[in-house]
């Protein structure tokens, strides 16, 4: 049980790692052209931004699958990441985005922290220039100041 923990925290944190290097250098770089629908206005519900939770949600799906029988690494990593993907569309899409209205902005301290990075990085709608690239690891500064 404790190595089915430490594979499914693996797989999390891993996804955070890699989205925030996939964000900086690829989506802000070779594949703007997919990413800038994110950084645009849009009335369209869909972006094709949208693209990359189909891949990520992806290789968790072939993690599961290549895991299942044993229950091995593979199987725990795709959970992590599946886990990581559930909070990334509560967190983005639901409380920063509103892409979903089903609830207001966030009101914890920490959540509001996430709130003010991710906005920094929307200040900028071109492809350089953006800052706070990941979803949980974001530089301390964005927690200074919050309202209580």
Do not use: C
Not at 90 to 114: C, S, T
Request: charged residues 20%; positive net charge.
């Amino acid at each position: 049980m404790i190595e089915a923990i430490g594979f499914t925290i693996l797989g999390f944190v891993l996804m955070e790692l890699s989205g925030w290097a996939i964000h900086k250098y690829l989506m802000h770089g070779p594949l703007w052209m997919i990413h800038k629908t994110h950084h645009e206005h849009s009335d369209s519900f869909f972006e094709l931004n949208d693209l990359f939770s189909l891949l990520f949600g992806s290789i968790s799906l072939v993690l599961i699958f290549l895991g299942v029988e044993e229950l091995d690494y593979r199987f725990w990593m795709g959970i992590g990441i599946s886990v990581y993907g559930m909070l990334y569309f509560f967190l983005h899409d639901v409380l920063i985005h509103r892409r979903v209205k089903w609830m207001d902005r966030p009101r914890g301290n920490f959540l509001k922290g996430i709130f003010k990075a991710h906005q920094a990085h929307h200040q900028s709608r071109r492809k350089e220039g953006a800052v706070s690239f990941g979803l949980f690891w974001v530089p301390k500064k964005y927690f200074k100041n919050i309202e209580k």
